[in-house]
């Protein structure tokens, strides 16, 4: 059995401490939870495990995929850095302990005519199909991550000059612009079709459903791959997707990486750089343009 009020603790410590979100919050609990199940099988307790114990586990759960594993890993090294820093044991035995390599897919993308024919799938003559094509619009035209897409409320966007106030992982705040067809829309949107979902109920979500609440990320899944198949594009789509698409275009279109970055909320260019293997009809025109035998 997992110490539940020392996993809160530490928990608790993330989400304070680290700012972490609460989603990576709850992985990070499950995959405590997972290990210290694991561990138990073997007799061993998690805050007394070795680095012996821990390779073991790791080797056992070579079948997942290396994200997956170095997710563990990472999560496992915060839990016993904290048991150190509060003293409930004097080693770390993760110390020693190497990340898996992982191999780095290549996102999967659209093609701006795909994105348009999904944008223009749901239908505009209800309130509804408005709400859904604003919020296709607006995820493509920000490049927001599903999670902050849902959560986003009407505080958070400044109509007049046309942006948004994203607060992304760790609570960093980031301004993207929505650009004029989203804006347009967005106002569209608030100006009829938001009130006569709501039928006089109370909700600060800027999307809200017509039980009144705010949207879930698993709900907008299921809203983009219904319009998928409505616009014919048998590609496998996620929300997701279209934020891979808002990286993409804007390289190919002669974005500078580092705009990029800040727009998708980054910490690190060199996971923006992933896009860069993704713009290759840019890269292509760049090299006709200015190479002498292009």
Not at 37 to 55: F, K, R
Not at 78 to 87: D, N, P, T
Not at 148 to 166: F, K, P, S
Not at 176 to 200: C, F, S, T
């Amino acid at each position: 059995m997992i110490d539940r009020p020392l996993l809160m603790r530490f928990l608790d410590h993330l989400w304070v401490e680290h700012g972490l979100s609460p989603n990576t919050v709850q992985a990070y609990g499950a995959d405590l939870r997972l290990v210290t199940g694991v561990l138990a099988a073997l007799g061993v307790p998690l805050a007394q495990a070795t680095e012996a114990d821990l390779l073991a586990y790791l080797a056992g759960s070579s079948r997942q995929s290396g994200r997956s594993t170095a997710r563990r890993l990472s999560c496992l090294r915060g839990y016993y850095a904290y048991l150190v820093r509060e003293r409930i044991r004097l080693d770390d035995p993760t110390l020693r302990l190497k990340n898996p390599r992982i191999s780095r897919h290549l996102p999967r993308s659209l093609s701006e005519r795909d994105v348009d024919l999904l944008l223009s799938a749901p239908a505009a003559t209800t309130a509804l199909g408005v709400r859904d094509g604003v919020m296709l619009e607006v995820l493509y035209a920000t490049g927001l991550r599903v999670s902050e897409l849902v959560a986003l409320t009407h505080a958070q966007v400044n109509r007049v000059a046309g942006v948004v106030r994203v607060i992304g992982k760790g609570d960093k705040e980031r301004l993207v612009p929505l650009g004029e067809v989203a804006r347009d829309r967005l106002e569209h949107y608030l100006q009829a079709a938001r009130a006569e979902i709501l039928k006089g109920k109370i909700c600060e979500s800027l999307f809200p459903t017509s039980r009144g609440g705010a949207m879930t990320r698993q709900a907008f899944w299921w809203l983009v791959k219904k319009y998928a198949r409505k616009a014919g594009i048998a590609a496998d789509l996620s929300p997701h997707t279209l934020r891979h698409a808002f990286a993409t275009h804007l390289l190919n279109h002669g974005a500078d990486l580092r705009v990029v970055q800040l727009l998708l909320g980054h910490a690190d260019i060199s996971t923006t750089q992933i896009y860069t293997h993704l713009a290759q009809d840019r890269l292509k025109q760049l090299h006709e343009l200015h190479h002498p035998r292009g």
